[in-house]
């Protein structure tokens, strides 16, 4: 069988995923910081270095490093699972979660990977939800540019 995309040893990616017909995936603070640790629990098992991401209402951003290349569907394919368990039973719902399968397309480790870095963190002033990246809680901006979360920490160093 055929795989259907490119994936390269110690390459950076730009993940991205969308909710289902455009619906919000993260309702509640909780939602958000549930899939946050479980992104720092898969990144560990299928080793992940993140280097920035953005979970917004109704799709996620993340920016990062897979050390082996077939880790990487194995990653998302746990993340969005064990997210999408946890969203359902929570909210009494059946059914996906997910529009489709995840996007990623690699990045150079170069001054396009600060600039992706930023472009996800300043989604949330783009959509007006928050005036600065620093405000919205739910990227990795504070933790990757001043070393601090209010949630749990995630993000890996950049490694050039």
């Known amino acids: ?55 917004m209402p109704n799709h996620i951003h993340l920016l990062g490093e897979i050390i082996i290349p077939d880790n990487l569907p194995k990653l998302m394919q746990c993340l ?10 929570t909210y009494k719902i059946v059914g996906h979660l997910w529009q489709g399968r995840f996007k990623a397309k690699i990045i ?3 001054r396009y990977l600060l600039n992706c870095a930023a472009y996800i963190e300043e989604n949330p002033v783009r959509a007006n939800l928050v005036r600065a990246p620093i405000d919205y809680r739910f990227c990795s901006y504070a933790e ?12 890996d160093k950049f490694i050039y």
């Open 80 to 89: 969005q699972r064990s997210y999408t368990a946890y969203f359902n039973k």
């Open 144 to 155: 990757r540019n001043l070393g601090k979360s209010d949630t749990i920490r995630v993000v």
């Open 1 to 55: 069988m055929a795989k259907t995309r490119l994936l390269l040893e110690h390459c950076c990616y730009h993940i991205y995923v969308r909710g289902n017909r455009k619906k919000r995936i993260f309702k509640k603070a909780s939602d958000f910081e549930f899939y946050l640790e479980q992104l720092r629990r898969y990144k560990k098992r299928y080793p992940f270095l993140l280097y920035g991401y953005c979970l």
């Open 108 to 110: 150079n480790k170069d």
